[in-house]
């Protein structure tokens, strides 16, 4: 079973816009999750991250939104970039124990 | 290096092959994962280390796939007569003990013919 949903396999945004990416979890045993940013041919890059313990967590352009009633997150970005054009993964885990990954969402900026 | 490098970045066998494959992770990095990425899904866990301990291997599709990290560094996953469904890139990524951030190395794509 997928314990980490990302469910659009696509995302199109103008530069300049919002970008709002989200990902489900079905266990409620996961305290950390996790975005990263995948290029082709390169290993994922980690994004940001946040603990269970809070609800937001922002990094510059980027905020990761936690809704834990709900076992569901999202990232946004703003303002959209052309160089955000890239494969976003969602991660989850329990403690530092390995991570569980969602399926991805490819994001495309345009100009 | 900076990062977590992996070798080699491509790698193609014939089925039946054993094929031995490279990660040099992050230096001080005590913890070390294998994961599997097949077309269109995301990294799936193999196997994790402590140092040069194997804490977990749950996630090993068989007993064909074989994992060490005999002096704490450097790890290789081996994978003994390999089959068409190991086709896949295999992701290594090290992290400081108790933090949950991973840093992951390029990828070996293995194509398996």
């Known amino acids: 079973d997928q314990q980490v949903k990302q469910n659009s396999p696509s995302l199109s945004v103008q530069e300049g816009r919002i970008s709002i990416l989200n990902c489900d979890y079905t266990?409620?045993?996961?305290?950390?999750f996790l975005w990263y940013k995948k290029y082709p041919a390169e290993g994922p890059t980690f994004l940001i991250s946040i603990s269970s313990i809070k609800d937001k967590n922002e990094d510059g352009r980027f905020t990761v939104f936690l809704n834990k009633s709900a076992k569901h997150l999202s990232l946004h970005i703003v303002p959209s970039q052309p160089g955000d054009s890239a494969v976003y993964f969602c991660a989850a885990s329990i403690g530092t124990d390995k991570l569980i990954f969602g399926t991805g969402t490819r994001l495309q900026v345009f100009p | 290096g900076a990062g977590v490098s992996q070798s080699p970045r491509y790698k193609v066998a014939k089925r039946g092959q054993d094929v031995a494959l490279r990660c040099d992770p992050i230096?001080?990095?005590?913890?070390l994962f294998w994961y599997q990425q097949a077309l269109g899904q995301g990294p799936e866990f193999l196997t994790y280390f402590q140092n040069e301990a194997q804490l977990d291997k749950s996630g090993l599709p068989s007993d064909r796939f074989f994992a060490e990290r005999p002096e704490g560094s450097v790890s290789t996953l081996k994978i003994q007569r390999t089959q068409q469904e190991d086709s896949a890139v295999y992701l290594c990524?090290?992290?400081?003990?108790?933090?949950?951030?991973?840093?992951f190395g390029p990828g070996t794509r293995l194509t398996v013919l």
């Open positions: 266990n409620s045993m996961f305290d950390y």
């Open positions: 990524a090290s992290s400081l003990v108790m933090v949950n951030e991973q840093f």
């Open positions: 230096s001080g990095h005590v913890s």
